[in-house]
């Protein structure tokens, strides 16, 4: 339901009071993405990562994020947290987490060679100020690789009808490297019911990204916004096994 009304949102909003036409905010984001395709790859990339603390008397987390990333775009992601320190006695709790992912639809398209994978790693101190609500702070490390060979499948006649070098895009090899730190808050809202809002700002890019997520005791839902990213909304539905 949340994602459905996000996606909605999409395309209502960008004509919103005639700024902008939706064939005009489809153009400019299509060009954004060819001109900058790292970028956005990599924002697809952070969307399936987990970088909140795990839940109260939990030692262990494994997810997996199911849209979009593994559907409808098939890519086969997991990650896992570890408690490695309890919070007590003015010590905080201490997160140790990491995740990766593949792309399964390039495996088994035709007459192309794709390869596109990503991993992270980090850690989070948490730590409580209120019976019903947790900060927390970390560090991640994350990066993202995507290479890519279309044996000439785009032809110059794609240049001429888009006014864009098409031809240009049959290979490459693109990737990512950053060290994020992030700051947030976890509220309790109910029975094994939380709500976490958190900043993350990439280092080497300078570039910031904010999350909501509702979480629940095995779905957790959310919108990621990338301000200065080609597709400024990515919602997401992620599974989880705690322990």
Request: charged share 15%; hydrophobic share 45%; glycine share 12%.
């Given at each position: 339901m949340?994602?459905?009304?996000?996606?909605?949102?999409?395309?209502?909003?960008?004509?919103a009071?005639?700024?902008?036409?939706?064939?005009?905010?489809?153009?400019g984001?299509?060009t954004s993405i060819?001109?900058?395709?790292a970028?956005?790859?990599?924002?697809?990339?952070q969307?399936?990562?987990?970088?909140?603390?795990?839940?109260v008397?939990?030692?262990?987390?494994f997810?997996?994020?199911?849209?979009?990333?593994?559907?409808?775009?098939?890519?086969?992601?997991?990650?896992?947290?570890v408690?490695?320190?309890?919070?007590?006695?003015g010590?905080?709790?201490?997160?140790?987490l990491?995740?990766?992912?593949?792309?399964?639809?390039?495996k088994?398209?035709?007459d192309?060679t794709?390869?596109?994978?990503?991993?992270?790693?980090?850690?989070l101190?948490?730590g409580?100020i209120?019976?019903?609500?947790?900060?927390?702070?970390?560090?991640?490390?994350?990066?993202?690789?995507?290479?890519?060979?279309?044996?000439?499948?785009?032809?110059?006649?794609?240049?001429?009808?888009?006014?864009?070098?098409?031809?240009?895009?049959?290979?490459?090899?693109?990737?990512?490297t950053?060290?994020?730190?992030?700051?947030?808050?976890?509220?309790?809202?109910?029975?094994?019911?939380?709500?976490?809002?958190?900043?993350?700002?990439g280092?080497?890019?300078q570039?910031?990204?904010?999350?909501?997520?509702?979480?629940?005791?095995?779905?957790?839902?959310g919108?990621?916004?990338?301000?200065e990213?080609?597709?400024?909304?990515w919602?997401?539905e992620a599974?989880?096994l705690?322990?």
């Amino acid at each position: 339901m949340l994602v459905s009304a996000l996606l909605a949102g999409l395309i209502v909003l960008p004509g919103a009071g005639g700024a902008l036409t939706f064939t005009d905010r489809a153009i400019g984001i299509g060009t954004s993405i060819v001109s900058d395709p790292a970028s956005f790859l990599y924002d697809l990339h952070q969307n399936m990562e987990d970088l909140t603390p795990s839940g109260v008397g939990r030692r262990l987390e494994f997810g997996t994020t199911l849209f979009p990333s593994f559907m409808p775009m098939a890519m086969l992601n997991g990650n896992a947290k570890v408690q490695a320190l309890r919070e007590h006695g003015g010590i905080p709790q201490v997160d140790i987490l990491g995740g990766g992912w593949t792309s399964l639809i390039t495996k088994f398209v035709p007459d192309i060679t794709v390869d596109w994978w990503g991993w992270n790693l980090g850690v989070l101190v948490t730590g409580t100020i209120d019976p019903r609500m947790r900060i927390f702070g970390g560090y991640e490390f994350s990066q993202m690789r995507a290479s890519w060979d279309l044996k000439g499948k785009i032809k110059a006649s794609s240049s001429v009808s888009s006014g864009l070098d098409m031809t240009s895009l049959n290979t490459g090899d693109i990737g990512k490297t950053e060290h994020i730190l992030t700051i947030g808050s976890e509220v309790l809202r109910g029975q094994d019911k939380l709500l976490v809002a958190q900043i993350g700002f990439g280092v080497t890019t300078q570039r910031l990204a904010a999350r909501l997520t509702w979480k629940g005791n095995v779905f957790d839902s959310g919108i990621t916004f990338y301000p200065e990213g080609s597709w400024v909304i990515w919602p997401f539905e992620a599974y989880r096994l705690k322990f």
